[in-house]
């Protein structure tokens, strides 16, 4: 949930090192994934998404998005949540993440689904998917030149009439 919702780049390291695997196996499964997607425009070179060398096209982060909402319904989950709390297992400290999409950190928006993402070679990015009328819709931007205008397009997309 930290990864998806709140973008801690750490935690998903901490996920793969959980799975007993070298990142690069990790890497080479998601790169077979893609294949598996017919994402002939998507490569991944390492799994946090910050390398520019990670790369995709709109289209094909939606079919990602897609089929992530729907075949792992955890991640489409942790991702609505405008917030999480949990409780740290060693410490017993309470932690709090914001999702980095304000819209639905906000209750601007509601959806089944959404990411951020941010480098300074790709700007700000967002997938986001609809729920109710709009819940067949994933809206995509790609290097906005702030949050808020990727938000405002991805929005614009979602509820395009």
């Known amino acids: 949930t930290a990864s998806l919702l709140g973008s801690a780049n750490n935690a998903t390291l901490a996920y793969v090192r959980g799975l007993r695997i070298s990142p690069e ?38 079919k990602m998005a897609s089929y992530a909402f729907t075949h792992y319904p955890d991640i489409a989950q942790a991702t609505q949540r405008p917030d999480y709390q949990f409780t740290a297992g060693g410490s017993g400290r309470q932690h709090s993440i914001k999702n980095t999409n304000t819209l639905v950190a906000d209750g601007r928006e509601l959806v089944s689904g959404s990411k951020t993402g941010y480098l300074d070679e790709a700007k700000y990015c967002l997938v986001m998917a609809g729920q109710g009328a709009w819940q067949s819709r994933i809206a995509v931007t790609l290097a906005s030149d702030s949050q808020e205008i990727s938000e405002t397009e ?3 997309l979602l509820h395009w009439e």
């Open 25 to 62: 196996e990790y890497v080479q499964a998601m790169n077979r994934k893609a294949v598996e997607l017919g994402l002939e425009q998507t490569t991944f070179v390492e799994v946090t998404g910050l390398n520019p060398r990670n790369i995709s096209t709109a289209y094909e982060v939606a």
């Open 154 to 156: 991805a929005q614009r």
